[in-house]
């Protein structure tokens, strides 16, 4: 079954505005810890955010965001004030008790000037 | 500076050649994982691995080997009974952060065989 559920396979977003990835996850388990990765076209991996299951407040980290809602399970990221540089593939990841990672089949973002 | 190295960058082998990924890190963390990308695709893991002389199969072993003999090394060899192998190689090592782990990537191997 799947465990990361990634339904937008492209976004676009206007420079300077705001733009929500979505990401539902499937998981039995109370504890467990999402995130979310950037990768350019380079191809490496970028850790952008961290939610822990038993963390009340969203994460936030610079002008990256995480919309968590635990009982819709669900984790959007939400970047603010796009900027051309975040033109990249973002994936979605989840850890559970198994202490191994499950990745989403990634959004594709295209910040326009 | 601390970080994970992957060599080399791009690899380019014949078929029904084993060929070995070299993964390093110098962060000092316990685990580390081998993953596999395919165009248009997320990560698959291959193999993981949580402690020095102990290793665990990911969804797609079949056709890779691991070893992890150093804390700070984790190779992967590619082997000939591996049916598709050409494909991007992520490797990356974990840190505990209590209630699951952070992961931090290396640049990736980008293997061709044909």
């Known amino acids: 079954a799947q465990k990361i559920t990634q339904t937008q396979p492209g976004m676009f977003v206007q420079e300077k505005e705001a733009v929500t990835l979505d990401c539902t996850y499937d998981?039995?388990?109370?504890?467990?810890?999402l995130f979310w990765y950037k990768q350019p076209s380079s191809g490496e991996m970028i850790f952008l955010i961290y939610q822990g299951s038993y963390d009340e407040q969203n994460a936030t980290e610079g002008r990256y965001s995480l919309n968590f809602q635990k009982a819709r399970k669900s984790a959007n990221l939400v970047i603010s004030a796009s900027q051309l540089g975040d033109s990249a593939m973002y994936f979605c990841a989840m850890t559970d008790t198994g202490n191994q990672f499950y990745f989403g089949t990634g959004t594709s973002l295209t910040v326009i000037p | 500076d601390g970080g994970i190295t992957q060599s080399p960058k791009y690899l380019f082998r014949k078929e029904g050649q084993n060929v070995t990924l070299s993964c390093e890190q110098n962060l000092n963390h316990d685990a580390m994982y081998w993953y596999r990308q395919d165009p248009g695709q997320g990560l698959r893991l291959i193999y993981y691995s949580q402690i020095v002389n102990d290793f665990q199969k990911g969804d797609i072993a079949e056709g890779y080997s691991v070893s992890r003999e150093k804390k700070e090394s984790f190779p992967l060899t590619v082997t000939s009974a591996q049916k598709n192998p050409t494909a991007f190689y992520l490797c990356?090592?974990?840190?505990?952060?209590?209630?699951?782990?952070?992961?931090?990537f290396g640049p990736g191997t980008r293997l061709t065989v044909t």
């Open positions: 998981t039995s388990d109370q504890s467990y810890g």
């Open positions: 990356a090592s974990g840190v505990d952060r209590g209630l699951s782990y952070e992961q931090y």
